[in-house]
C-alpha cells in the first residue's frame, strides 16, 4: 500500500496519465486547430518524460510495509506496491492510445470526406468580398492597378478563402488559363496561398503586373491567369469567379474551381 511520504509522488503520476490521456483527445482537435496541435505536442512530451520517470522510480521488487491496526480489525495488513509490469503495461495501454490518435487522423484524411475540406472553402455564390476591417468591397473602391487582401464575408478565419483583389487598367485582362468572364469591373482575385509550399502571394509588382510570393520568390503572371513564370511553383493560383451585387459590392459567384494550395497525395505538385 502506499504510505503518506508517497503520496505526493503517486499524485504526480495520476497527473501524468491525465495529461497522456488527453493526448489522444488532443491529436484529433489538433487537425481542425493550431490550439489543438500544441497541446497534442505538449501531451506527446509529457508521455515520454512521464514514463522515463516510472521507470527511474520503480523499485526493482515488489515492496510492504505494517499498517498499524485500525478499528476492529486488530492486525496488521502487508500490502505490495504495484509491481514494475503493471506500471509498464498502463504506461504502454496510454502510448498506444495516444500513438493510435495519432495514426487516425492521417489515415483519416486519406479519406474521401478528409479530402473534401482540402477542395473547398468558405466562398458560395453571392459571398461578398470582404477587406481586413470586414468592410464589403465596392467595385468602385480600388483604383486601377491597386490591389488589396480580400475574405469571404463573415469567414476572415478561412485562411484558405483568402484572395488577392487587383483592379487592373481599363487597358488590360486577363488570358488563358485566366477567365476573362470571371473579371468584374477589371477586378480580377486570385488565391493568396502559394502553390509551392502555401505561403501568403503577398507581394504585386504593378508595373510588371506580376504577383510575387516572398517566401521562396515564386513568380506569377497576373494576366496569363497567375500562371507560374518563376521559382518553385508549378501550378496557377485559382482564380475566383467574380460579379457585383444589386448594391455595387463584389461578390463570388462560387466558389475556386479547384484546391487552393500546395498539392497533397492525390493531388501532386
Known sequence: MTGPSNRWWWTIVAAGMAIV????AALLVGWWSAAGTVAAGTSGAAAAALVGVLRARQPPGPQSEERRPSGHLGYPCACAEPSRRRLLCGG?????????????????????????????TSWRTGTRLVDDRNAPIR??????GAFSTAWPEGHGDDGNAQVVLIRLPPDRTVSGPGRPEW??????????????????????QARTELLVCPCHQATFDVLRGAKPIHGPAHRALPQLPLAIDGDGYLIATGDFPEPVGPGYWSRPS
Do not use: F, I, N, Q
Open 139 to 144: 467595385s468602385d473602391d480600388l483604383e486601377p
Open 92 to 120: 504502454a495501454v496510454a502510448a498506444a492510445l495516444v500513438a493510435g490518435a495519432a495514426a487516425a487522423v492521417p489515415l483519416w484524411s486519406a479519406t474521401k470526406r478528409g479530402e473534401a475540406r482540402l477542395r473547398a
Open 21 to 24: 490521456a488527453s493526448g489522444a
Open 183 to 204: 473579371l468584374a469591373a477589371g477586378h480580377v482575385a486570385y488565391s493568396k496561398v502559394c502553390t509551392h509550399m502555401g505561403c501568403p502571394v503577398g507581394l504585386y
